[in-house]
């Protein structure tokens, strides 16, 4: 089992800035990457970026290259989310999520995911 708790969610300004945090506990040593999804309201859940364990490979979705970065501190098993230039568009509730690994084909999908945390709530108000 792994367990992932996020924090760093808020309300902020368009054009704002948030850092998102991810800590995994638990069995962390077979996990392959690590990824943040969002949900806004009456949507799907979608991909926002993934980070790779070893050699810390990123994927992004194109909505957010340029202004989302993610990052991983394997000492601490925690994985980040800077999150800049904020917009409305960007309000959704974010979740990390483990990817086991090793068919990386389908770490832009939800179903490639294993274990999820409890999400945290981004508002960006306009």
């Known amino acids: 089992q792994v367990q992932l708790v996020e924090s760093g969610g808020g309300l902020v300004q368009a054009g704002g800035s948030l850092r998102l945090s991810c800590a995994a506990s638990g069995r962390t040593f077979s996990s392959y990457a690590m990824g943040w999804f969002r949900q806004a309201p009456g949507k799907e859940r979608e991909f926002v970026a993934a980070?790779?364990?070893?050699?810390?490979?990123?994927y992004y979705t194109d909505s957010v290259k340029g202004r989302f970065t993610i990052s991983r501190d394997n000492a601490k098993n925690t994985v980040y989310l800077q999150m800049n230039s904020l917009q409305s568009e960007d309000t959704a509730v974010y979740y990390c999520a483990d990817h086991r690994g090793p068919n990386i084909s389908n770490l832009r999908s939800a179903l490639g995911y294993d274990y999820w945390g409890q999400g945290t709530q981004v508002t960006v108000s306009s």
């Open positions: 980070i790779t364990w070893r050699g810390g490979s990123t």
